[in-house]
């Protein structure tokens, strides 16, 4: 949670101005921030911390319509 804000910006920076220089070769990186950021949404959610994961939610959001790393891992990492 102390590193949210950080987080957060990573994603929006990669999910508006580097989409287009995402590619294959990004793919572990965008898999290692997923996971990194699911992991704070499961703690958002065990601290009754909404706005942290409603903002978690929207950067998935923005990753599945810009089609930023393994969509189909994304879906089930958040199955899980």
Known sequence: MPYS???????KEIGTNLKE???????QFTDTL?????RLYDQAISDKNKEVSNKCLDIW???FEN????VMALAKAIER
Do not use: P
């Open 5 to 11: 804000a950080l987080i957060f910006e990573t994603c």
């Open 21 to 27: 220089k995402i590619c294959d070769n990004f793919s």
């Open 34 to 38: 997923s996971s990194i950021l699911l």
């Open 61 to 63: 959001d923005v990753f």
């Open 67 to 70: 089609r930023i790393g393994r």
